[in-house]
Nanobody, 115 residues
Framework: QVQLVESGGGLVQPGGSLRLSCAAS????????MGWYRQAPGNERELVAR???????NYAESEKGRFTISRDTAKNTVYQQMNSLKPEETAVYYC?????????WGQGTQITVSS
């Protein structure tokens, strides 16, 4: 089992920035990817960004150049810096990780982009 604890959500004005953190614990030796999905009301959950154990990153097209995903291997923590946030990015953001068998999800953190 892997446990994920997220932090860093909240209310931000359009154009503002937030930084999400996700700390993994438990059976983490075999995980190969960590990242973030988000889900807005009435929408499907969608990938925002991910980073592999080798350091490769992938972003949703709309986030390229504004979001940066990084990791601290020693702390088993992944971060997502989000800049120039838009109202349409209001959603619950979920941290996830996967090993060869299972996908694990955090509890989700609400981000609201509004003036």
């Amino acid at each position: 089992q892997v446990q994920l604890v997220e932090s860093g959500g909240g209310l931000v004005q359009p154009g503002g920035s937030l930084r999400l953190s996700c700390a993994a614990s438990g059976s983490i030796f075999s995980i190969y990817v960590m990242g973030w999905y988000r889900q807005a009301p009435g929408n499907e959950r969608e990938l925002v960004a991910r980073i592999t154990s080798g350091g490769s990153t992938n972003y949703a097209e709309s986030e390229k150049g504004r979001f940066t995903i990084s990791r601290d291997t020693a702390k088993n923590t992944v971060y997502q810096q989000m800049n120039s946030l838009k109202p349409e990015e209001t959603a619950v953001y979920y941290c996830y990780t996967a090993n060869g068998t299972n996908v694990y999800w955090g509890q989700g953190t609400q981000i609201t982009v509004s003036s």
